[in-house]
C-alpha cells in the first residue's frame, strides 16, 4: 500500500471538491487512520523506514494546510458576500437607471423613462399594458440625439387614471424626411426593496424585479 500516493490523489480530489462542495473530505483524522492501518499491516521483512514516515508526516501537514485554507476561504466568501448584500440595501430609496423598457406605476406615483436617437428627430412614445394594449401615447415633438427622460402620469386616453403596476413603452422616431430612427430605451424607477433568490440579487423597483448587472446609474 503507497499511502503517501494515495492520500496526494486524495487531497488532490478533495481540495477540487471544496471548490463546488466547500468542505474537504480528507481530515487529519482520515489520515492518521490510514497510517495506523499501513503500520498495522506492514510487511515485517520490509518495515517503513524513516525516510517514508517523514514523507507521510509531510503529507499529513500538507493536508492540514489544505483544510485550513479552505476554512479560510469559506470564511472570507461569507464575509464578502455579507459586505455585498449591506451595499445592495443601500440602494433602498434610491432612484436608478436600467436596461429595459418598463413603466412602474406605484402608489399614483408618476413613472419615468429614458431614451436615446440615433440621431434628432421627431418622437412619440406609446404605453402599453400587461396585456398589450395601447394605454396612452405621449408626444414628444422634436429631440436632439441626447440621452431624454420622461415621465408619464399615469393616466389613459380619456385622463383616466391606470392601476398600480409594469407597463411598456415603445419610442418611435423619425427624422425630417419621416425616415425611421434607432432608439434605445432604459427603465427609470425608485427602489423600493431588495430579494435574494437562489443565489441572486434583484433590485425590486415596484413590482419588477432587476438583477444589479443590468443597472447602470444612480441617479439621486
Do not use: C
Amino acid at each position: 500500500m503507497n499511502v503517501a500516493s494515495t492520500l496526494a490523489a486524495a487531497a488532490t480530489s478533495d481540495l477540487a471538491s471544496t471548490q463546488t462542495k466547500g468542505k474537504a473530505s480528507m481530515t487529519q483524522e482520515d489520515f492518521l487512520n490510514l497510517l495506523m492501518t499501513q503500520l498495522q499491516f506492514q510487511d515485517p521483512l520490509k518495515p517503513l523506514d524513516n525516510y517514508q514516515m517523514a514523507a507521510q508526516l509531510a503529507q499529513l501537514g500538507t493536508i492540514e494546510g489544505i483544510n485550513t485554507l479552505t476554512q479560510s476561504v469559506d470564511v472570507m466568501n461569507a464575509y464578502q458576500a455579507a459586505t455585498a448584500h449591506l451595499q445592495v440595501v443601500g440602494l433602498i430609496g434610491k432612484k436608478v437607471e436600467a436596461v429595459g423598457n418598463t413603466l412602474v406605476v406605484n402608489q399614483g406615483n408618476p413613472a419615468e423613462g429614458s431614451y436615446q436617437l440615433s440621431k434628432a428627430g421627431k418622437v412619440t412614445i406609446e404605453v402599453y399594458d400587461s396585456n398589450g394594449n395601447l394605454a396612452k401615447t405621449l408626444n414628444e415633438g422634436m429631440k436632439e440625439a441626447t440621452k431624454q427622460r420622461f415621465a408619464w402620469d399615469g393616466t389613459n386616453q380619456s385622463g383616466q387614471r391606470v392601476p398600480d403596476g409594469a407597463y411598456s413603452f415603445k419610442v418611435k422616431a423619425v427624422d425630417a424626411k419621416g425616415d425611421p430612427i434607432s432608439v434605445s430605451t432604459s427603465m427609470v424607477g425608485v427602489v423600493n426593496g431588495i430579494s435574494f433568490e437562489n443565489g441572486v440579487t434583484y433590485v425590486n423597483i415596484g413590482s419588477e424585479k432587476i438583477t444589479l448587472p443590468n443597472i447602470f446609474a444612480i441617479l439621486s
